[in-house]
Structure formats: C-alpha cells, structure tokens
C-alpha cells in the first residue's frame, strides 16, 4: 500500500464538509411517497421533472389565451375587465419564469421544490378566483333577460387533473390540495351571494338551483376521480420501483452508462449499503460476445485487492438472464471531469494520483492482466475511508490475460481496443503482442492530458489519432505549460516512445521516479480535503451526502 495513504486517517468529521451537510442523523427514507419531510433524489428528480412539464403545458395555455385577449384588445380597443388582463399576463408570465427555472440543471431541494410547486399550482389558480368571481358578477350584472348563470368550472376541473397527472404525492396529500381547487369556486359563489344584490337576485331564478348543482356535481367528480387516480399512479409506480431490483440489491438512479452497459446507484437491501452496480444492456444481453467480455471484466477485477483497485461486491443474474455485477460506490470525480471543470493540475497533484494508480497496476501486472483502457474517465479521485484524493482504477473491461490464449475470439486479432487518444502504438496498429508496457504508454498520455489538458494527439478525425500514436512525436509538454517541471516532462515523453522496450518497463519502477519529481508544492492529504472542501461538483457533493446518509440510516 502507498505509504501516503497508510498515515493516520483524517477525522470522519471532513466528511460533513464534503457533502456541506452536517452529520446525517438516522431516519426513514421514502423512496416513492411524496410527503417525508426531504423527498428521495429518485423523488426529487421525478417531481422537478413532473413540474416542468406542468408550468409548459399551463403556461402554453394561458400564452394562447393571452394573444386572444390581446388581439381583442388592439382590434376593439377595449376589454371586458382590464385588471383581468393585467392578472393574465402576470400569471403567463410567472409559468414562464418557473418553466425556465424548472429546465435548469441545478440542484433542488426539497423546500425550493415545493414551493416551485405552489407557484406553478397556486398562481394559476388564484387567476382562476379572480376570474371567477369577475364573470359571476359580470353576468348577474347583464339587462334584464341576458343575465345567465355561467359556467366557472371547466378550467377548475383542468387544473385539478393537471396537478394529480403530473405533480407526485401521496393520495392522502394529494386529496388535500384537490379539495381546495375543488371548493375554491364555491366559495366564490358564496362570495358572490355576499356582495352582490343583483347575484342574489340571480340565485333565485329556478335554473339557478339546477345549474348549480351540475357544476357542484361536476367538481366533486373530478376530485375524487383525480385522488384515485392519484393512489393508482402511487401504487403502479411503487410497483416499477420494486421492479427496479436486482438480486438483493434495488436501483437507486443511475449514474452513468458506457459501452459496456449502465452504472446505477443501488443498495443491498438487508446490509443497507450503498454500492454500485454495472448492468449489461438489455438490447446487448443476446450478444455471446459480449457475455463473456463482461464475465472475464468480473473474473479479472475480483482477483485484485489493492487499495486503489475497484472493489467488487458482489456477482450474479436475474431471472430474466440480466447480467450485473456489484462494486464500492465512489464519491467523487473522474480524473477527465477535474480536468474539464478545473484545468490543468498541478505537478504535486499529479504524481500524488499517478503513484497510486502504478501501485494498482503493479498488482495487476503480477496476476498477468493487461489493463488496455486507461485513460482520465477510467481513473477515479474518490473519498475513501476518510481520505480524499484516493485515486480508483476503474473498467477492466479490456483487461486481458498476458499468457492465456482462450480469449483470442473475445478480442479478435488485429481488432483495435481501448480509447483511442489514449492507446498505445501496439494497440493502434492492432497488435496482439500488449503487455504491460502498453499500460505505461497510456499513463503517459494520461499525465500528458493532466498536465496540459490536452490529449498527446486531438485530431479532429479519429483514425488520424490512431495513427499519430504511432507514427507522431507529441508536442512537449513544456511547450504548453511551462509550469511542469522539466523531470515530469521527461517521464511522460519517456513512457510515450513508440517502442516498448524505451519506456519504463514496469509500473513498480514508473511509480519510484515519480516519487523524485521535485514539484513548487507537494500534494498532501491535507491538501486534497482542503481542495473538496472548496471545490467539486455540487450536484455530485449532494449525491454523496444523500449516500452517505442512506449508510446511517
């Protein structure tokens, strides 16, 4: 084990920091119900998505009626009600504000999501009293042998179905904001009946009564419909999400997908701890192939137990022949992800990662496995055991055995494998001669892209890379940033030469140069915590509070 990561672990109390929440205290979690007080992120995501919708089709509707009232107002010159209008465009307005609001990618809380809920369901139906009580008035005000009883309930009864389709809730909830929406007219009518002598007058014609009633009936109908219809949608997908399990572990959400399948964010029902899981596409399950890509994937993975290796769990198929298998959820991010948001690291940063990641393969090198496919997405800088910047190898997907030769019809001779900016020459010409020099050369064009953020070779056309990797010198890395030191440069050109034989020949020896790098500032543990503390993604932050607080529960 690196002796770094052997000192004495950091106080658990950094780990509050990291997801900015404080120390999560045991409590049920609802993963489908709608009224805990903090909803799930399952729950969060569906109902920021659910009300989005809802301020679109609310807010396309009232846009279309507020260019009617505005081409009768430009045409006649006049409306009905001009404090109408203004309520109408103040809500058309308020809908698009909260769609727009509602299509961001940013975080919601529970709170924040709720009262984007009341305004998306609250301002149009405060328009509605409004308009209702205006046309009640307005038409027990018409001559004598005009007035009439209007019809007040048709867009009551639309709200009301919009908010059971698309808002998620509990019935017992939802029956509550369902009866206000139902009773509000109502009590407009009573209102109405209060302030209005020429209304008054109106109730008392014998339509009135049976006019009445049919709207009365009508809004009764429509909530009690709406509630359970509310507790059937409830209930069907209650039955998805138990649906959404495998073995004895159930789907969270999931975090990402790849060639090889999807990774989802899951948890072991009776251990209640959170881990990852990797499935195999459904539309690639029928593929031999690809089986067995993804069984020796497993094979190769759980022979290894360094530190800086991914864990593997777990390993099985469901009855309907899905392949998955089980892994140590990571918190954190991918080393291509720090690059992108953060620009090139610094030197001390990078050996600090980059001896970690040797010590893994040095491991897998002894056990004859090849990784094939590193590169900056496959090498994870994750908070682990109470440290930060714990550097994960990820994906031995293409991890091939040096000596066995029963995988030659899983990756076919001459076949092309890896990621192409990061590839070995060996592996762009489709040699079968990839042994663990051809890691090195990838490590290489890794610390290339860290320091530079660049890859060694960024041809627009993906065989013009191919060929660069064997055929090209890359532009030294000093040329793009003077800041690397001149021994970290050496060690990247000397691990991309083009013949093995010039590189270092095993990981073990890369890993002990890079301990002489001289850098302007080492890279410590105190520093990585530091780091997160002020930096990292906050949607992957809350993510890892959410788990870490599934942990406790």
């Keep these: 084990m690196n002796s770094d990561l052997a000192e004495t672990i950091e106080s658990p109390s950094r780990l509050a920091s990291f997801g900015n929440v404080p120390t999560p205290k045991p409590r049920h979690v609802a993963l489908v119900e709608g009224s805990a ?28 009626f507020w260019i009617r009232s ?63 009580y205006h046309n009640l008035i307005l038409c027990a005000m018409m001559p004598e042998g005009h007035a009439h009883v209007p019809k007040v309930v048709g867009g009551w009864i639309l709200l009301i179905f919009c908010y059971a389709l698309f808002v998620p809730n509990t019935w017992q909830r939802a029956s509550v904001v369902l009866s206000l929406l139902g009773i509000a007219p109502m009590m407009m009518w009573g209102l109405a009946s209060f302030r209005s002598e020429e209304f ?40 998805a999400f138990v649906a959404k399990q495998l073995g004895k572990y159930q789907l969270r959400e999931m975090l990402g997908s790849g060639g090889m399948g999807e990774v989802y964010l899951a948890e072991h029902q009776m251990m209640k701890r959170p881990c990852a899981i990797k499935v195999i596409r459904p539309e690639k399950a029928g593929n031999p192939q690809v089986l067995a890509r993804f069984e020796r994937e497993v094979r190769a993975t759980a022979k290894l137990s360094h530190w800086n290796s991914i864990e593997i769990y777990d390993y099985g198929r469901t009855d309907d022949g899905t ?34 990641v040797c010590d893994a393969l040095t491991e897998a090198h002894s056990h004859g496995l ?50 192409p900016l990061f590839m070995s020459p060996e592996q762009a010409t489709g040699s079968g001669e990839v042994d663990a020099r051809s890691d090195i050369y990838s490590l290489g064009a890794v610390m290339y892209y860290l320091a ?28 793009i940033n003077p800041a690397i030191p001149p021994e970290l440069e050496e060690i990247i050109l000397r691990c991309l030469e083009k013949q093995p034989e010039d590189r270092f020949q095993d990981t073990a020896t890369l890993g002990e140069v890079l301990k002489e790098v001289p850098a302007r500032q ?25 788990v870490l607080e599934m942990a406790a529960v």
């Design 37 to 64: 007080p903090e909803l799930s992120q399952e729950m969060r995501s569906l109902l920021r998505d659910r009300l989005r919708t809802v301020a679109l089709l609310l807010f396309f509707l009232f846009a279309a």
């Design 70 to 132: 505005l081409w009768q107002l430009l045409a006649e010159g006049s409306l009905r009600s001009m404090p109408i209008f203004y309520a109408h465009t103040a809500v058309t307005v308020l809908l698009a504000l909260m769609t727009q609001r509602l299509c961001t990618s940013c975080e919601f809380v529970t709170g924040r999501l709720r009262f984007s809920e009341f305004l998306v369901i609250g301002g149009p139906a405060a328009f509605l009293v409004f308009l209702t």
């Design 200 to 239: 008054v007058a109106l109730t008392r014609r014998a339509e009135f009564s049976e006019e009445f009633f049919s709207q009365f009936l009508l809004l009764v109908i429509s909530v009690i419909t709406a509630t359970v219809g509310v507790k059937t949608i409830g209930s069907l997908r209650k039955e």
């Design 323 to 356: 392949f998955y298998y089980v892994m140590e959820y990571l918190p954190g991010h991918n080393l291509g992800e720090l690059v992108e948001e953060y620009g090139p690291m610094p030197s001390g940063r990078i050996v600090y990662l980059m001896r970690q």
């Design 370 to 419: 090849v990784h094939r496919d590193i590169k900056p997405a496959n090498i994870f800088c994750a908070y682990r055991g109470g440290i930060f910047d714990v550097a994960k190898l990820l994906d031995f997907g293409l991890a091939k055995p040096i000596a066995e030769k029963q995988d030659v019809e899983l990756t076919q001779e001459g076949a092309i494998t890896g990621s």
């Design 452 to 479: 530079t953020g660049q890859p060694p070779f960024h041809y627009d056309q993906t065989i013009r890379v191919i060929v660069a990797h064997s055929s090209e010198q890359p532009q030294p890395p000093r040329e």
């Design 522 to 546: 080492e890279w410590s543990r105190g520093q990585a915590a530091e780091w997160w503390q002020s930096n990292g993604c906050p949607v992957r932050k809350a993510r890892a509070a959410a």
